[in-house]
T-cell receptor, first 114, second 118 residues
Framework: AQSVTQPDIHITVSEGASLELRCNYS??????LFWYVQSPGQGLQLLLK??????LVQGIKGFEAEFKRSQSSFNLRKPSVHWSDAAEYFC????????????FGKGTKLSVIP | GAVVSQHPSWVICKSGTSVKIECRSL??????MFWYRQFPKQSLMLMAT?????????EQGVEKDKFLINHASLTLSTLTVTSAHPEDSSFYIC??????????????FGNGTRLTVT
């Protein structure tokens, strides 16, 4: 069975600082990986996804993520955080492009200090 | 972009009553929709997969008779929480997949429904 681990429950960064949110997955075959962001009381918005090809994926809002098969990781990064980035971030894995039954990590809450 | 509308956004009901939550894909057709439940400060837990024109597939531990799912058209799935109890209070989120883009299309999520059972 597939699983996702987000080791950091809560991260606080200063506005303008760089950010890296960690995600490790467990899946036997080629994973389909996603990062979603959730603002309080809201649904989820897709930031970026990885299916195949270039292991560095660019997303919306200046986010990027790098797929590292050897480390089973798909960490999310942003070079300069804005106060509006404060939210909950979820990493997810799907068993296939045709499946889309997602398994989510427990999420990382990001707080931004002005 | 693809939009999933979920209604209502919040609802308060008395214990023992039933509540219906709607999930609509506004600009695409969805043969498959997913219903998730999210407890405070927790991740999303898949409850069931809703398939248009057929019975829903429930995850282990989810009561089929309590959480009734109907997917009668390609743009609408409903989740009915029957005989709701306070422990059913949670945040329910639906998601849908565009049938026209089987590969490469991510799931689109609704904004969720906050259910409070008193």
């Amino acid at each position: 069975a597939q699983s996702v681990t987000q080791p950091d429950i809560h991260i606080t960064v200063s506005e303008g600082a760089s950010l890296e949110l960690r995600c490790n997955y467990s899946y036997g075959a080629t994973p389909y990986l996603f990062w979603y962001v959730q603002s309080p009381g809201q649904g989820l918005q897709l930031l970026l996804k990885y299916f195949s090809g270039d292991t560095l994926v660019q997303g919306i809002k200046g986010f990027e993520a790098e797929f590292k098969r050897s480390q089973s990781s798909f960490n999310l990064r942003k070079p300069s955080v804005h106060w509006s980035d404060a939210a909950e971030y979820f990493c997810a894995v799907a068993s296939g492009a045709g499946s889309y039954q997602l398994t989510f990590g427990k999420g990382t809450k990001l707080s931004v200090i002005p | 972009g693809a939009v999933v509308s979920q209604h209502p956004s919040w609802v308060i009901c008395k214990s023992g009553t039933s509540v219906k939550i709607e999930c609509r894909s506004l600009d695409f057709q969805a043969t498959t929709m997913f219903w998730y439940r999210q407890f405070p400060k927790q991740s999303l837990m898949l409850m069931a997969t809703s398939n248009e024109g057929s019975k829903a597939t429930y995850e282990q531990g989810v009561e089929k008779d309590k959480f009734l799912i109907n997917h009668a058209s390609l743009t609408l799935s409903t989740l009915t929480v029957t005989s709701a109890h306070p422990e059913d209070s949670s945040f329910y989120i639906c998601s849908a997949r565009d049938r026209a883009r089987i590969r490469g299309s991510p799931l689109h999520f609704g904004n969720g429904t906050r259910l409070t059972v008193t």
